[in-house]
């Protein structure tokens, strides 16, 4: 017993939440599966999971890092509407090619981690409002580049978005007793790749680590040597540049242009990456968790949708539900950890 | 001599809004030698540091580092040029592990290699004794070790110029020559230290040299053998020497009734801060003390008496019935005071007027629903900075741009106001001018003589010997002992809080 | 901080730049010159018959009259939730629609389109009012209790709200012919003024009295400022916390009486969307800091209808409602950018150079 309660005493938060994270989606899965019947346990299903939120895991890692530096960015959802809406005017309109749209979604990323970095580190705005009027901008932009949403058609792009990778030995066998070979899409390996990424980045670089300081406590991380402004500026920056990223990952999976696409993203971002263990004080947090986060949300919504509730509104009342609990875990687990700690 | 120097800082001024804290300040340290920097609190020895560390920038002024001259913008500007700092308070991130908090911000690498870290750490903490783990999280040590991490990242960075800032005030005894040999040890490899602390035994132990600042200035440079104490103590206080000299604890202690029933009495008091029940008392018109070092639980003593942390045990009597104190606001309707210890987190509201921080507590008492008019609250604060004579341009100035000791005489006014028969001042006079002080301690003992019961905490003993007529000592969150009348000796309280025996 | 030799002058701009109420008086002003040199037709007012034969003014200035009235009711709740925690609270659109789903669920029943209304406006206004009282509680709690930031918590509501809405009335959207419904977004027979205006008036007088005879403004402002100072000096700053928001619970209550009052009905997906940024915005242009503490509820309330002001500006000049937030945000990071005390500080240097500059010829 006191083996165990020391144990709970030297892991770090980031650790104790990543481990309530990991198992809490287990068990999620399992209850699924054994509630919901076998449809959980074909790897298909899984798959569809990671093939629908692929953008949205690039932004969760994005929404990670900020708010593990300490911050916050609300503007992804809406950067993810504006990537969509112009790259999809640039590749059917004005005839361009799939690389270069490429660039603009990076371009948009870049541009949007500039601006909104500066304000935040160098002027020090608080950065929900820096970020929430960024989200505005993004949406109105949207509009002001195209108000009609629309499918794209070229085809060169869609082949793109129609690359189906095999993963093998995970098919199944469908209702007529052929052997469907299970897939991804192309933006789940480059989710994948983000994760691995953006992980490696925040264990073992300078960079990673001071995002870590900064949230943990910004005055000591200044006396300690560490840049502080420049370590803020570097988490939006990149954070921005993932909701580019993400949404081209977005544009990729659906196809089309439109202004209320990846509406309520941010929020699910957020929602993932505290339910993935991050904490809204920042310091602490994990790219392992997110990405857990994110599975743990769309299963949940799975769950629902197939329990027959599949009115609109369950999804909003399980996010939020969901998001509820972990807030609260998470305040009363480190309430308890305190204490522990003193005594 | 001049070649010797490995650093020296030339007429440095730095000015706060409303305050000069530092006025033309000369420093120079050697190479190789411990350096003690003394002054009252407030004096300006810790915006030196801060000037020197690169967290404040100076207004004016030239620092050199052997012999040439640099300019520091930020820590990583110190930090680079080899000059390294302990704090007082932790400056280190709770979130990260100890090797973590050792090694962050100090290499140009990219990548952070964990493996050659933890090694590097634990040899190191090793080496210094200090009882933690490298991969184990910061925020799980206790202070002193936190503390003892911030001094072991110091070292490791094979500074030039190692500045401790007050690092030995949550070090215990052995802790502390612990950290003594340490400095020993690199001084002899020539490395310069710039040593700040309040214990004036520590620095006749250690240091060579002594520069005195007072009041933002300087008053000299000293050769450890050419300033006794008392010279040294009445360096840092100036001519004011003369002037506490009038005050006296025997004409406080002379009226307080012995016999009757006590003002207020706690019994078995405890709260969650982690202090042992203690029993304690207080008559009418007495003042009395907590002392101890800093960390003893002086201050979470009082906290439990006015119910600002959480009481967990202990029966509270006030004129002789129980009464019960869970929140401040029991506390207050009971006719008891706090003047909280630190002025910036717990006392003044800082955006808020002169007028609004004096009426607060008096206006909290009467009521939601019964605010006072403007009339009324202009009067109650035009009275009282008018008779503790509070330097403000109006009543209705914002109370942070006053200075630190006018912001204390608000808190002071606000709790008079409500007339309390029991007031708890903890440390009123902690970074403040001198001349403030002196009219705290006199305020104190006049307001005993007028009845009312008062219960002073200080840091400076000298400050409780002149005004307490009994102290209550404490060490290691527990109560030791209690002192009055010919016990009541610098020598008496040291002994006590050392320890009883080993008194020297 | 003073500037120094020209100290008439500065004084003058320091009292102005100082007082609170300048700052939406000036882009209000700003505005107002934009209107007139670009289209004085902004300010003509005229007189007209609604469907109802009811005479009422029309004209760009009652536009900004009557839909300003919901922001400046939520202005004054939001001033305070700003004031006591030090953030915002992002459901209010989300919870306008609970309010006003449950006014209707009050008035109707089950049944979509009832002749008559089941109680009272007044009962079925008391009942949102509990409810939307009830989620401002429940931010309140998280917020004050467990301590969550302010924006994060009320994003559970805000994600959910409108989803509770959908689901109070069983995804319907029951209308409501009764007249007498309409009257508290639209015109009182025979009364030219709109309805909103006099509520948000009501509103506004009410916070007035409680501000003068409670202390509502200084706890709520000294646990802004201070919370452990605060909790020193006997107040209990998580009750002052959790009654802003139900206070702002009771101000989203009265929005959603008036905004459902509008349509006479609801649409749960579109009603008073967005309006969260207005309130929030309201506040900022009032001169309030967005970080909480000290705070002046004149100024918020023409922050709100300085907002609305420049909505309608907007919509006047033929930008399409979706594209409208792009041009708001502009504003928004104008108004903290110039706000913000890096910014302050750069720019009194260097005014203060110029002004030695100056001193030295």
């Known amino acids: 017993m006191s083996n165990i309660s020391r144990k709970f005493k030297d892991m770090t938060d980031t650790g104790l939440l990543l481990t309530i994270t990991i198992v809490v989606f287990f068990l999620m899965y399992i209850g699924a599966i054994v509630f919901q019947g076998k449809g959980f346990l074909k790897p298909q299903t899984f798959f569809n999971i990671l093939n629908a939120n692929a953008a949205l895991i690039i932004l969760a890692c994005g929404m990670s890092i900020v708010m593990i530096t300490g911050g916050i960015d609300i503007s992804v959802g809406g950067v993810t509407a504006l990537v969509s809406m112009s790259c999809a005017v640039y590749l059917d309109y004005k005839g361009g090619n799939v690389a270069a749209s490429m660039l603009i979604a990076i371009g948009i990323g870049l541009a949007y981690g500039l601006v909104q970095g500066f304000l935040v580190a160098y002027l020090d705005i608080q950065p929900f409002i820096v970020s929430l009027a960024g989200m505005f901008f993004a949406r109105g932009m949207t509009t002001i580049v195209n108000t009609n949403p629309f499918n794209v058609q070229n085809e060169s792009f869609v082949a793109l978005k129609d690359t189906r990778i095999i993963v093998p030995g995970m098919g199944s066998v469908n209702k007529l007793g052929k052997y469907v070979n299970a897939y991804v899409e192309i933006g789940v390996i480059v989710a994948l790749i983000i994760v691995i990424l953006m992980f490696c980045l925040l264990r073992w670089t300078k960079l990673g680590r001071s995002f870590y300081a900064v949230g943990g406590n910004k005055q000591s991380a200044l006396m300690l040597g560490i840049n502080v402004k420049r370590t803020k500026f570097m988490s939006h920056m990149l954070c921005s540049l993932l909701a580019g990223i993400g949404g081209y990952v977005y544009f990729l999976h659906v196809g089309s242009g439109a202004a209320t696409h990846a509406q309520g993203a941010e929020m699910n971002a957020i929602a993932s990456s505290i339910i993935g263990g991050t904490m809204l004080t920042g310091g602490v947090g994990n790219i392992i968790g997110t990405f857990f986060g994110v599975l743990s949300l769309s299963t949940i919504q799975n769950i629902v949708s197939s329990a027959g509730l599949d009115q609109a509104w369950w999804t909003g009342i399980t996010i939020a539900a969901m998001l509820c609990i972990f807030l609260v875990i998470q305040s009363v687990v480190m309430a308890r950890k305190k204490r522990a700690v003193k005594k | 001599m001049a070649n010797e120097a490995l650093l020296s800082l030339r007429g440095i001024d730095k000015v706060f809004p409303g305050v000069m804290a530092l006025m033309g300040v000369d420093f120079t340290l050697r190479k190789g030698e411990i350096h003690a920097l003394m002054g009252e609190n407030g004096a300006g020895k810790s915006t030196l540091i801060k000037v020197l560390t690169g967290v404040y920038t100076k207004d004016n002024g030239t620092i050199e580092l052997e012999g040439k001259e640099v300019s520091i913008r930020s820590p990583q500007d110190a930090q680079h040029l080899g000059i390294s700092t302990v704090y007082q308070e932790i400056t280190l991130c709770p979130n990260l592990s100890v090797a973590e908090n050792m090694y962050i911000g100090r290499s140009d690498d990219i990548y952070q290699n964990w493996k050659k870290m933890n090694e590097g750490a634990d040899k190191m903490l090793k080496s210094l004794d200090i009882p933690a783990r490298a991969t184990q999280q910061l925020g799980s040590c206790s202070i002193a070790v936190q503390q003892m991490v911030a001094i072991a990242r110091a070292v490791d960075m094979d500074c030039k110029v190692l500045i401790l800032d007050e690092p030995t005030s949550s070090l215990d005894d052995q802790e502390v020559q612990k950290l003594f040999k340490l400095m020993r040890e690199l001084k002899g490899r020539g490395v310069g230290i710039i040593f700040v602390t309040h214990f004036l035994d520590q620095v006749y132990e250690v240091c060579d040299r002594i520069t005195v600042l007072r009041d933002g200035k300087l008053v000299g440079e000293y050769e450890i053998k050419d300033l006794p104490r008392l010279q040294l103590v009445s360096k840092m206080l100036g001519k004011e020497l003369d002037d506490l000299s009038d005050i006296h604890t025997e004409e406080n202690a002379s009226h307080i009734d012995e016999k009757g029933e006590p003002l207020f009495e706690a019994e078995g008091l405890s709260s969650t801060e982690g202090i042992k029940p203690f029993d304690f008392y207080i008559r009418k018109g007495e003042v009395n003390g907590f002392t101890g070092l800093l960390g003893s639980g002086r201050s979470e003593c009082v906290r439990a008496i006015f119910g600002a942390d959480r009481v967990v045990s202990g029966t509270v009597k006030k004129d002789g019935k129980t009464i019960k104190i869970q929140k401040p606001i029991d506390a207050m309707k009971n006719g008891i005071g706090y003047l909280p210890e630190d002025r910036k987190v717990d006392g003044i509201i800082g955006d808020l007027s002169v007028r609004e921080n004096i009426i607060l507590a008096l206006q909290v008492m009467k009521g939601f629903f019964k605010p006072f008019t403007k009339a009324e609250a202009y009067a109650f604060a035009d009275e009282y900075i008018k008779a503790l004579s509070i330097k403000t341009a109006s009543a209705d100035t914002p109370i942070k741009s006053l200075s630190g000791g006018n912001q204390q005489k608000c808190i002071l006014a606000r709790w008079l106001l409500t007339h309390p028969d029991y007031l708890i001042l903890d440390e009123p006079t902690r970074g403040i001018d001198v001349g403030t002080k002196v009219d705290i301690q006199k305020l104190v003992l006049k307001l005993a003589s007028e009845g009312m019961s008062i219960t002073f905490i200080s840091s400076e003993t000298d400050e409780m010997l002149r005004t307490c007529s009994r102290l209550i000592v404490m060490r290691d969150r527990r109560v030791v002992g209690e002192l009055k009348g010919e016990d009541l000796t610098q020598n008496k309280i040291m002994s006590t809080i050392a320890g009883g025996d080993e008194a020297k | ?161 409108r989803s509770i809405a959908a689901w109070i009335n069983n995804n319907e959207l029951p209308i409501i012919s009764e007249p007498k419904f309409g009257y508290y977004g639209g015109f009182i027979p025979g009364i030219p003024i709109p309805t909103p205006f006099f509520i948000a008036a009501a509103m506004v007088v009410i916070i007035t009295l409680v501000l003068k005879f409670t202390n509502l403004g200084l706890y709520t402002q000294a646990v802004g400022i201070n919370e452990s100072s605060s909790r020193l000096n006997g107040l209990n700053p998580v009750f002052i916390k959790w009654l802003t928001f139900v206070i702002l619970g009771a101000c989203v209550a009265v929005a959603a009486l008036i905004k459902v009052s509008r349509l006479s009905s609801i649409n749960y997906s579109v009603i008073a969307k967005d309006i969260e940024m207005d309130a929030i915005l309201a506040v900022a242009l009032g001169g309030n800091a967005l970080g909480g503490g000290k705070f002046n509820m004149a100024s918020s309330i023409i922050g709100a209808f300085v907002i609305q002001m420049l909505t309608t500006t907007l919509f006047k000049f033929q930008v399409p409602s979706d594209a409208l937030p792009a041009y708001k945000a502009v504003v928004v990071i104008l108004l ?3 706000s913000a005390p890096v910014v302050r500080d750069k720019m009194s240097q260097i005014i203060k150079k110029m002004n030695s500059r100056k001193g030295a010829v």
């Open chain 3, 1 to 161: 901080m003073s500037i120094g030799k020209n100290r008439n002058v500065t004084d003058i701009f320091g009292k102005l730049f100082k007082n609170q109420i300048f700052i939406p008086l000036a882009a209000m002003f700003i505005l107002l010159l934009f209107n007139l040199v670009a289209d004085p037709s902004f300010f003509k007012i005229t007189m007209g018959y609604n469907s109802a034969g009811n005479p009422v003014l029309s004209g760009y200035l009652m536009t900004i009259l009557d839909n300003g009235s919901e922001l400046a009711i939520l202005a004054i709740g939001m001033t305070l939730v700003t004031a006591a925690s030090g953030g915002q609270d992002i459901s209010v659109g989300a919870a306008i629609a609970i309010a006003g789903s449950t006014l209707l669920r009050a008035l109707c029943g089950t049944n979509t389109r009832p002749d008559t209304l089941r109680m009272p406006i007044f009962v079925a206004f008391i009942i949102s009012c509990l409810v939307a009282m009830a989620f401002g509680a429940f931010n309140g709690a998280l917020v004050s209790i467990f301590k969550i930031q302010p924006m994060v918590a009320t994003l559970i509501l805000y994600t959910a709200g």
């Open chain 3, 336 to 338: 903290v950018v110039f």
